[in-house]
């Protein structure tokens, strides 16, 4: 269920009192700095402007550089307790992500004042600067966390319900004028159709495994030579077809446009699926993890709902101004048919391993 964000506060803000009760809870060291900035190399960045659906802090204490979230308000208890026993596992075996804290009790939520909080080990690197290589390096990472296994109990996730949850979100907030509603009827009805089709291609009987449920470039940190460091954020992760991450990565890495230095979209609606980069992105990820057939036929379809999942995320956060609309839902239907093109023009996984891709 996707919901309304609450009333903004000053996300980067924490009173005095609870960080008091983090830096006991977490058996810190008393000489603690609390920095509400993003380092990334030469480059600093305000908390706040980076992202603001949560509280977060970077701490440093006794040496040790640490981060504290907020648990957003969209991320339920349920998922919540699902993302960290992921996290947890994927730490354990190896895999690129910050290591989640335990505080003197064992637990790792702090639950105070109605917040939910939970401190990281805090992972140093840069941000996404948009080139290749660092998009290949994603689906590789990406390919590699489908991979392994995790939590097999937990919240199940459809693209095509969460599309439509979108659409209703959009509907309620900027939906008033009859020319939007009108807009925002074909989008369900495109939704519609598409999950017919996939359901056709085997939709349902996909596996449902872990996904992570917002793989963009925004929750990733790299390394200066292009590697990734670490995944972030999995307030968004769930059991359901691992299709979806894939198609969501070859869209927020190669059509989304960014506002400058922020996880907002950028007020130019999104380009047209670019071939070469999106090829290079599902090379290296079968490179690591081959996908099915089904699969294969879905994720058509699972590209167009997720187009329509993020425009209309962009009318939700005013990205996109209403006026857009029309072109929001162009983009969703080349898109469609762009990862047909796509999925259907692949070469075979042997001549991706001949080729030397970037792993």
Same mark, same amino acid.
């Given at each position: ?167 209703? =979100?959009?509907? +309620?907030?900027? &939906?008033? %004028? *009859?020319? #939007?509603?009108? @807009? ?106 081959? =996908?099915?057939? +089904?699969?294969? &036929?879905? %994720? *058509?379809? #699972?590209?167009? @709902? ?54």
């Amino acid at each position: 269920m996707v919901m309304k964000k609450p009333p903004r506060l000053a996300y980067f803000n924490f009173e005095e009192s609870l960080l008091s009760q983090v830096a006991h809870d977490y058996s810190l060291a008393d000489n603690i700095r609390f920095c509400p900035i993003l380092l990334d190399g030469d480059h600093c960045t305000l908390i706040d402007v980076r992202s603001a659906t949560s509280k977060k802090m970077v701490l440093e204490s006794s040496g040790e550089w640490l981060f504290l979230k907020q648990i957003p308000w969209y991320c339920d208890d349920q998922t919540m307790d699902f993302a960290l026993e992921w996290q947890v596992q994927l730490a354990g075996s190896g895999f690129s992500v910050p290591v989640v804290r335990q505080r003197r009790s064992g637990e790792r939520v702090l639950r105070v004042t109605g917040n939910r909080l939970v401190l990281f080990d805090y992972v140093w690197g840069t941000r996404y600067q948009g080139r290749q290589d660092e998009q290949v390096a994603a689906a590789a990472c990406l390919g590699r966390l489908h991979s392994l296994e995790g939590p097999s109990t937990g919240p199940h996730g459809d693209a095509f319900d969460t599309a439509a949850d979108h659409i209703q =979100l959009a509907r +309620e907030l900027v &939906g008033e %004028a *009859p020319s #939007v509603s009108s @807009a925002l009827d074909r989008m369900q009805l495109l939704v519609d159709s598409w999950r017919d089709h996939a359901t056709l291609h085997g939709w349902h009987n996909l596996p449902q495994r872990a996904v992570h449920g917002d793989f963009s470039p925004w929750n990733l940190v790299y390394h200066p030579d292009g590697q990734v460091e670490a995944v972030l954020d999995f307030d968004n992760a769930h059991l359901g077809p691992v299709i979806r991450d894939l198609v969501e990565a070859l869209l927020t890495f190669c059509c989304v446009r960014y506002a400058h230095d922020s996880t907002s979209f950028a007020t130019t609606p999104p380009d047209a699926l670019p071939v070469k980069q999106a090829t290079a992105m599902l090379r290296a990820y079968e490179a690591e993890r081959p =996908l099915t057939d +089904e699969e294969h &036929g879905c %994720a *058509p379809e #699972v590209a167009g @709902a997720v187009a329509v999942e993020l425009g209309c995320l962009g009318l939700i956060r005013g990205d996109y101004s209403t006026d857009s609309i029309e072109q929001l839902i162009s983009w969703a239907v080349e898109v469609r048919h762009d990862v047909e093109r796509l999925f259907l023009s692949r070469p075979a996984i042997a001549s991706m391993k001949d080729e030397g891709v970037a792993r």
